[in-house]
């Protein structure tokens, strides 16, 4: 079993809906979880955050997390077509330092 | 400005040649880590390091080899050993070994035929 599995996708939503990215993980005790948007040819780039059940907002994005259930989502508000790109979901297990990333939900935003 | 350098981003070598990549930060992070990346598959990790002088391998150290001789350095060796070589190299950086943020270099992606 994968620790992450993410949905590869591809996801289209038009230009200012709400974009969904879902992904879940393996280690019941994982403790620290991250988004990442990567564009094609380059390299990832942080996006969010989070450590606690819940919501996290940080602008257009907002973060959920629900330990019990073992997923984390990422929701995109107002989608641009600069929010086409692949998202990539990482966890650190409980047991060690090591990231574990998905390989990635690609996003379309339709202007 | 602060951040992570990898360099070159384009390399190209012929079978059966050892190849340096290099990564450098600017950051003051203590942690550095080597991923690998193939078309349509996620990060894989091949080698970090929480200090200098000392690195732990990743899921796929077989092939490459490292050091970590100064803070900010971290150069990942390709040897004729790896299989596959063929791929997107990124090269990361954190504060802390366990639980923070990693931050990515730009990439070297290279080419082995």
């Known amino acids: 079993q994968k620790e992450v599995e993410q949905n590869s996708g591809p996801l289209s939503v038009p230009e200012g809906a709400i974009a969904s990215l879902n992904c879940t993980y393996s280690d019941r005790v994982s403790q620290s979880f991250f988004w990442y948007r990567q564009y094609s040819g380059k390299s990832p780039e942080l996006i969010m955050s989070?450590?606690?059940?819940g919501d996290k907002e940080d602008g257009r994005f907002t973060a959920q997390l629900n330990k019990a259930s073992q997923y984390v989502s990422l929701l995109i508000r107002d989608s641009q077509p600069s929010d086409s790109a692949t998202y990539l979901c990482a966890v650190i297990p409980n047991t060690g330092n090591q990231f574990y990333f998905g390989t990635g939900t690609s996003l379309t935003v339709i202007p | 400005d602060g951040g992570i350098t990898q360099s070159p981003k384009y390399l190209f070598r012929k079978e059966g040649q050892n190849v340096t990549l290099s990564c450098e930060q600017n950051?003051?992070?203590?942690?550095m880590y080597w991923y690998r990346q193939d078309p349509g598959q996620g990060l894989r990790l091949i080698y970090y390091s929480q200090i200098v002088n000392d690195f732990q391998k990743g899921d796929i150290a077989e092939g490459y080899s490292v050091s970590r001789e100064k803070k900010e350095s971290f150069p990942l060796t390709v040897t004729s050993a790896q299989k596959n070589p063929t791929a997107f190299y990124l090269c990361?950086?954190?504060?802390?070994?366990?639980?923070?943020?990693?931050?990515f270099g730009p990439g070297t992606r290279l080419t082995v035929t």
């Open positions: 990361a950086s954190s504060t802390g070994g366990g639980g923070y943020e990693q931050y």
């Open positions: 989070i450590y606690s059940n």
């Open positions: 950051l003051n992070h203590d942690a």
